[in-house]
């Protein structure tokens, strides 16, 4: 969601943007519907056979196998020059890193149509993350991760991983006071 909040910068570093996930393409379309996705491709790779697991994103053992939050940056002729793999669920990468990345590329902009999902939308999304849920579920891991570094060693790993993503937390809560305004 940070990365969709950004689409314009993204655009005008010459890059698209595609989110992979195990969800079915009804899944996807739901939650683009909600959230107001317009310029993020969502690709379906349910038990992540096709993109997932050749990208080393997936992970088998977690709820029956889901992505691993990651970013691969492809330049135009097919090679990576940029990877981040989430170590769980939870890890998600720095923007600032994929925008350096994207500016030693020096690509021009590109203009992208819109995404739109060619699958309806159920009339019923329940069980789809609402965006009235967002901000409580990022500040309770905000404060998760400022207590768990509170009670870590200093200089441990341990220290280190609560502020990583106590940061990843404040950067997704600065993103929603953007997103929140589109919706």
């Known amino acids: 969601m940070r990365l969709a909040t950004k689409y314009d910068d993204i655009h005008s570093a010459g890059a698209e943007f595609a989110a992979i996930s195990v969800d079915d393409s009804v899944r996807q379309a739901g939650m683009s519907a909600r959230w107001g996705l317009t310029h993020t491709q969502l690709v379906s790779d349910p038990g992540g056979e096709q993109l997932l697991q050749p990208l080393d994103l997936f992970d088998p053992d977690e709820r029956g196998g889901i992505a691993l939050p990651g970013m691969v940056l492809l330049d135009p002729d097919g090679n990576?020059?940029?990877?981040?793999?989430?170590?769980?669920?939870?890890?998600?990468?720095?923007?600032?890193?994929?925008?350096?990345?994207?500016?030693?590329?020096?690509?021009?902009?590109?203009?992208?149509?819109?995404?739109?999902?060619?699958?309806?939308?159920?009339?019923?999304?329940?069980?789809?993350?609402?965006?009235?849920?967002?901000?409580?579920?990022?500040?309770?891991?905000?404060?998760?991760?400022?207590?768990?570094?509170?009670?870590?060693?200093?200089?441990?790993?341990?220290?280190?991983?609560?502020?990583?993503?106590?940061?990843?937390?404040?950067?997704?809560?600065?993103?929603?006071?953007?997103?929140?305004?589109?919706?």
């Open 80 to 183: 990576e020059v940029y990877r981040y793999q989430g170590r769980d669920f939870a890890d998600r990468t720095n923007d600032d890193d994929i925008f350096e990345a994207l500016a030693a590329l020096d690509l021009p902009a590109v203009s992208p149509e819109p995404w739109q999902s060619d699958v309806d939308v159920p009339d019923d999304l329940s069980g789809f993350f609402r965006p009235s849920n967002f901000a409580t579920y990022f500040k309770g891991n905000r404060f998760a991760a400022i207590a768990i570094g509170g009670r870590a060693e200093k200089g441990s790993d341990a220290r280190t991983l609560a502020r990583e993503h106590r940061l990843m937390a404040d950067a997704s809560l600065d993103a929603w006071s953007v997103w929140r305004q589109t919706l």
